[in-house]
């Protein structure tokens, strides 16, 4: 496991970052840590989580290589990534039940395949540049709490929409469209 958190660590990853495969947790979160997301980051078959919350890191997301894993929880919230958030993120992640990319500097639609993550129990993308419809949000059995404030989302919220998500517990959907 690597656990750092909150140590003041700063400058980028080192390009050797992605040779740990026997790593299961990856938390790094409140720390200085800046450039762009190791290409093969979500790659390591034992990898469980990974938080890198509250760090500097930019540009977009890469996707797992083409491999299911076992990750459970990924948060890659307070940081300033862009682009759109990618499919494979749920294609490739079939376990996944936390998923946190709020606040970062996204220009992207709520993914097409969030629904394959059948696990998803938490779902957050609060100030994170998500725009258009909610209507792939509609099959998330499992999910109990979901935030998508302060984006630009537009359309209503239907019984179709409701019923999908038995569990619901909490939703935030304000300052939107």
């Given at each position: 496991?690597?656990?750092?958190?909150?140590?003041?660590?700063?400058?980028?990853?080192?390009?050797?970052?992605?040779?740990?495969?026997?790593?299961?947790?990856?938390?790094?979160?409140?720390?200085?840590?800046?450039?762009?997301?190791?290409?093969?980051?979500?790659?390591?078959?034992?990898?469980?989580?990974?938080?890198?919350?509250?760090?500097?890191?930019?540009?977009t997301i890469p996707c797992p290589a083409g491999v299911e894993n076992q990750l459970i929880e990924l948060t890659l919230a307070n940081n300033e990534l862009e682009g759109i958030v990618p499919d494979c993120l749920f294609t490739n992640m079939?376990?996944?039940?936390?998923?946190?990319?709020?606040?970062?500097?996204?220009?992207t639609p709520v993914p097409s395949t969030v629904s394959m993550a059948s696990k998803l129990t938490a779902f957050y993308m609060q100030h994170a540049g998500v725009r258009g419809s909610m209507e792939s949000l509609h099959d998330l059995g499992a999910i109990g709490n979901m935030d998508l404030s302060?984006?630009?989302?537009?359309?209503?919220?239907?019984?179709?929409?409701?019923?999908?998500?038995?569990?619901?517990?909490?939703?935030?959907?304000?300052?939107?469209?």
């Open positions: 496991d690597m656990i750092i958190d909150t140590k003041g660590l700063r400058g980028p990853l080192p390009a050797s970052f992605d040779t740990f495969s026997h790593l299961q947790y990856i938390e790094l979160q409140n720390n200085r840590i800046e450039g762009t997301l190791p290409s093969h980051i979500f790659d390591s078959p034992n990898l469980k989580r990974v938080d890198l919350y509250g760090n500097l890191f930019t540009g079939p376990e996944m039940t936390v998923f946190d990319m709020s606040r970062n500097l996204f220009d302060h984006n630009f989302l537009t359309g209503e919220i239907s019984q179709y929409f409701i019923d999908g998500m038995p569990r619901l517990y909490r939703i935030d959907l304000s300052w939107n469209q």
